[in-house]
């Protein structure tokens, strides 16, 4: 048996989306830009992506621009908006387990002279309300905080966040990475009022390469690609249509049956959760998020359990995957103060509509039987 | 314009008595083999040196950089052939030529003409001065000179069937040709240093194989792809290298059931050290090449290499043993396996590296705990080697 429990590094594209991204660089390639027909039908596609997605957000299609994926419409988001607001402060306020395309941004931000002000989370990885009700300051710019976090899954309570900012700061602008949110759990900025939310396609079986920023209207930014001027002169650059479209139509199918292909979802986690934790020395870190289960395997470096799991056909996570090439223990795990033995041995399992029940027992049997043998060989 | 020819100096060949004819002639195997892909080119032996014909049109910076990786070339001067043997083609087409090769001419040279076409007919010692003179009247104002003593520029001009000039020497890796000097199988472990030992051998003229113990799930398969790109590297200079992976799990878990962790580390390179030398036999190598550098890590202490080395009766060549580790990086940056060495994936042994290893074991007190695996290890052993996995890089 196979079983892909990694969908949180990446989902495999739905059927549809294949055949209108072949169907686009087949027959209508034109570019958007153009004037003659074969650009209009080209921009039609970005147009009903747009639409499609914005209604999923309950938000104006005008409000959405596709980017390459989460990296750049995370990187545009804040770069973006200290560029366009730095004469009214350089300062920025995000938390502690940020996605490294968050992170890293920061850290260059900070490089250009910007002041940045990472809040603590608790056991469970929940941003720390009242630390940053402190943090806030006259000159603070921006609030970045992820929505669903991409290691345990624990989902920030942005409602909370944006009204003690909107308290504190009218003019802050909140930005939420909701790469892992969306798709997952109801997401609706304009309800929860945030002003700029990063996505991506190949999350929500929709192709590599595809991302999308919410970006609620009037809101001041400044382009980071400069160029022809596409997509309101914010993201230059011939749209990747093919993509575009494919995370239309990955958006469109995620949410038919959305809360029934969730709950099952969240079954097969809490089902995998409650077996899997019922041998010894096993621990669950899970936040709420119902596609993220991260467990600890005491006694059992996670990359060994990967690889054995690997063998059997079952493919899982260590840390995040997009950052799985450097080798550091994890910051997330670090920061909700898991100890030491548990830091190196956990891995994380990720749930998609693909799943079943079966796969989730047949991971627990391959798991139960590899735990004995696997931490019989430790550095002694 | 690229050039017509090129000449190629090789240092220890001229060296090799007898065997000369042979070592030149795999040194222009190995030329031809890596020029192939890239044009036509002729590349032939005369007047006792070699040469690179060109017959089509080729990338320059894409030949030099073969060719500067072929072990035996010392040097490769790039050559302006003139085919009239008239004076005036002939000086006409020196100035050209340092007019191409050298945009600053603020510099010192001296003229070395050879007349061995004694049908032309002005001496050599005539033509030094009539063609030295030719290049002060066309660059002197720009600031060339001649110094017969101490020349930054030494510009040399054959005159045999055609007439050749060439000033300028691209130094080449050194060594000797590939294919010269036995075989050899190295142990690969996907760190800095197996990498470098491979290519010191293999500079000395030494085929390569190599082995790399795998040990699923303990380590990963990136680990193996990264040897894999390491080899692929090393044999950018050796030649291709016949990869042998052992999957050395079932042989390491045996070890750790049994023996005393402290001597995990000796007991599990005495197998593999046997396994390499089983291998080695098998096809034909007379060596094994390790990576080793006294004192680097406990099982690298002259006690432990001495045990180790008696696990073997197959002579083991550790040409990095004197070196420093700043030393090693040094030359791995220079052959461009540093960058992947560093990559960072599990190799096989941190699991069962102990915290404290023995530093000064005894072959007594190792071959005690080894009596251990007697009965067990030898179907293991067995089944390794029946199940390698053998890759060719190229």
Known sequence: MEAYFDNAATTRVYPEVKDIMIKIMEEDYGNPSSLHMKGVTAEKYIREASEIIAKTLKVESSEIFFTSGGTESNNLALIGTAMAHKRKGMHIISSSIEHASVISTLEFLKDQGFEVTFIGVDEKGIINLSELEAAIRKDTIIVSCMYVNNEIGAVQPLNEISKIVRRKNPEIIIHTDAVQAYGKIPVFPKKTDIDIMSLSGHKIHGPKGSGALYIKNKTLIKPIIYGGGQQKNIRSGTENVPAIAGMGVAAKKTFENFDEKIENIRNIKDYFIKKVTELPEVYDNSGEAPHIASISFTGVRSEVMLHALEDKGIYVSSGSACSSNKKTVSGVLTSIGLPEERLESTLRFSFGEDNTIEQADYAFDVISKLLPMLRRYVRK | ?394
């Open chain 2, 1 to 394: 314009m690229n050039y017509k020819m090129f000449l190629i100096k090789y240092a220890e060949i001229g060296t090799k008595g007898k065997n000369r004819y042979v070592f030149e002639e795999i040194l222009c195997k190995r030329m031809r083999a890596r020029l192939k892909p890239l044009g036509k080119f002729e590349v032939k032996r005369a007047y006792g040196r070699i040469y690179i014909e060109a017959f089509s049109e080729y990338d320059y910076d894409e030949v030099i950089s073969k060719l500067t990786g072929i072990f035996g070339i010392a040097g490769i001067c790039p050559v302006s052939v003139v085919n009239e043997l008239e004076y005036d083609s002939i000086a006409k087409e020196l100035v050209a030529f340092i007019g191409r090769e050298y945009e600053n001419k603020n510099f010192t040279f001296k003229m070395h003409v050879r007349r061995n076409n004694k049908t032309f007919p002005i001496e050599s010692m005539e033509m030094n001065s009539r063609l030295g003179g030719e290049l002060l009247d066309a660059y002197e104002n720009e600031g060339l000179s001649v110094d017969v003593h101490n020349p930054d520029v030494m510009i040399d001009v054959e005159i045999r069937d055609s007439v050749y000039i060439y000033s300028k020497i691209i130094p080449g890796p050194g060594g000797l040709p590939v294919g010269t000097n036995g075989k050899a199988v190295a142990l690969l472990s996907g760190g800095i240093d197996s990498p470098v030992a491979a290519y010191m051998i293999a500079k000395r003229g030494v085929e390569i194989e190599a082995v790399y113990f795998h040990a699923p799930p303990f380590t990963s398969e990136r680990a193996k792809e990264k040897v894999k790109d390491l080899a692929r590297i090393v044999a950018k200079y050796s030649g291709p290298i016949k990869l042998h992976v052992v999957n050395f799990t079932e042989c390491q878990l045996a070890i750790y059931d049994n023996c005393p962790h402290d001597q995990l580390t000796i007991i599990m390179k005495r197998i593999m050290f046997k396994m390499a030398e089983d291998i080695a036999k098998k096809d034909d190598c007379q060596c094994i090449v390790t990576g080793e550098s006294i004192g680097q890590v406990s099982s690298q202490t002259t006690f432990s290499l001495g045990v180790i080395n008696e696990a073997v009766d197959m002579d083991v060549f550790r040409p990095l043993i004197g070196l420093d580790k700043q030393e090693i990086i040094d030359i791995a940056e220079k052959i461009g396996t540093y960058e992947t060495s560093i990559l960072p994936y599990e190799d096989c042994c941190t699991t069962f590296v102990a915290k404290h290893p023995v530093t000064k074991p005894t072959l007594d007190l190792i071959q005690k705990s080894e009596k251990k695996l007697e009965g067990i290890i030898e179907p293991l052993y067995k089944e390794a080697l029946e199940t390698v996995e053998v890759i060719n890089i190229r």
